[in-house]
């Protein structure tokens, strides 16, 4: 048996932005990052919208990258401030999960964030609020997982908050609001979608209705990423991304993902490489590994014409490259001191975090070392696991 969840409106296309004026409620808080919501317009759009809708609305902005839980706490302060009944995410992924963190401690703000970084442990949700995500980027699929990621720099901890109750209840998906996206956050996000589409297809717990999703969206952004990476403004192609990265999403809130994840994570944390690119570098080595308990790569080769994981891992390699990302962590600039120092605690904390458990194989210590270091070289792993052979 299994449950699919996932938000109860998912409006999608060209100009969806306009469903906002069927929604229902009196005042809405829109909760953006930096500036770019501004210039491309999306902010007046999405306002102008409400106000047809007859929801009056104010703003909070300025949530920078890896939302910090000093930025959740005076979003919740504003709130309750405010007092809306209308939660609006609007921009990157960044500014959503930290929407909904804010939403968490409007609704309970005696909450403390390691409390509610345990396994669903937020509570019942919608007692003041309820919550529409609209994304800018084509990569997480925040605007459909019951996730929240949220960074406490005192302690230099990205915490996961996790539960079905943050699940938005209105996703809008134009592809219209992407268009301004830069190349490399085009690149490096779109990457991140392939590595949740590519991840919950292979699952232990993988079902047909998230393979569905899973490998039509890795279709979707083998055909149009490179296309949305060097015509920005070609709208059929930015609508197909985020459609893919909206289908990616489905698939992994509800089947999760494996280690190119659990590896990426640490990356992330330590030397700060962007989340895609670190998937991207990961992914290849991760499927070779992978192979040897699944043969369900097999299939996504099959998209090209090929039959097995060796040759997805080297699609993977190609798109990479064509939409300029690099092909080691050595290349992206570590040197082979620091990551000498940090590599045990790497491959330690990539064993402990929750997607490791849902990886096709289950791996020891010893061989997330042997990725990472085939990975800090630009190195192909063999399919044991252990010995990897330099590149032709
Ligand atoms: N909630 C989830 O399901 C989930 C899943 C994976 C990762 N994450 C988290 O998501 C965060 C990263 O989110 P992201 O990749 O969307 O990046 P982001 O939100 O940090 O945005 C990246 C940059 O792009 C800019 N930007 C966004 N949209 C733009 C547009 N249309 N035009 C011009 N500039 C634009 C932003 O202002 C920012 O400078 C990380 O904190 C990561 O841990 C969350
Ligand atoms: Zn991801």
């Not at 209705?209 to 952004?221: E, G, Q, R």
């Not at 996504?300 to 690099?326: H, I, T, Y």
Request: net charge negative.
């Amino acid at each position: 048996m299994a449950k699919f969840v996932v938000p109860k409106e998912i409006h999608h296309g060209l100009g969806s932005l306009e469903n906002l004026k069927e929604i229902k409620g009196k005042k809405a808080v829109i909760v953006i990052g930096g500036s770019s919501v501004k210039k491309n317009g999306s902010l007046e759009k999405t306002q102008a919208f409400l106000k047809e809708a007859n929801i009056e609305s104010v703003v909070f902005g300025g949530v920078e990258a890896d939302p910090s839980i000093e930025t959740v706490k005076k979003g919740a302060e504003f709130f309750t401030q405010e007092q809306p009944d209308v939660i609006v995410g609007l921009g990157g992924c960044s500014a959503i999960d930290a929407a909904k963190a804010m939403w968490v401690y409007y609704e309970y703000p005696e909450s403390t964030l390691e409390e509610l970084a345990a396994p669903f442990a937020v509570k019942t949700m919608r007692n003041k609020a309820y919550f529409v995500a609209i994304p800018t980027t084509s990569g997480t699929g925040t605007e459909i997982t019951g996730l929240a990621v949220i960074t406490d720099h005192e302690k230099g901890t990205k915490y996961p908050i996790v539960s079905h109750e943050l699940t938005p209840d209105v996703a809008i998906i134009d592809g219209e609001l992407c268009a301004s996206m830069p190349a490399h956050v085009t690149a490096n996000t779109g990457l991140d979608a392939l590595s949740h589409s590519v991840e919950a297809y292979v699952s232990n717990i993988a079902d047909r209705y998230n393979d569905a999703l899973a490998k039509d969206s890795v279709d979707l952004i083998f055909k149009n990423l490179p296309t949305a990476y060097n015509e920005p403004e070609n709208l059929e192609v930015r609508q197909a991304m985020h459609d893919a990265s909206c289908m990616a999403g489905m698939a992994f809130t509800n089947v999760w993902l494996g280690i190119v994840h659990s590896m990426s994570h640490q990356l992330g944390g330590t030397f700060g490489i962007p989340h895609g690119c670190a998937n991207a570098i990961l992914m290849p080595n991760v499927i070779r590994y992978n192979s040897k308990v699944t043969d369900k790569y097999n299939d996504l080769a099959a998209l090209f014409g090929k039959c097995n994981a060796q040759e997805f891992a080297v699609e993977v390699e190609k798109l990479r490259d064509a939409v300029g990302v690099v092909p080691s962590i050595k290349a992206y600039g570590i040197d082979e001191k620091t990551w000498n120092e940090k590599i045990d605690t790497l491959a330690e904390n990539a064993m402990k975090d929750p997607c490791t458990l849902f990886n096709p194989r289950k791996p020891e210590l010893e061989e997330i070392k042997a990725i990472y270091n085939a990975c800090y070289e630009g190195k192909k792993i063999n399919v044991d696991g252990l010995t990897c052979t330099i590149y032709s």
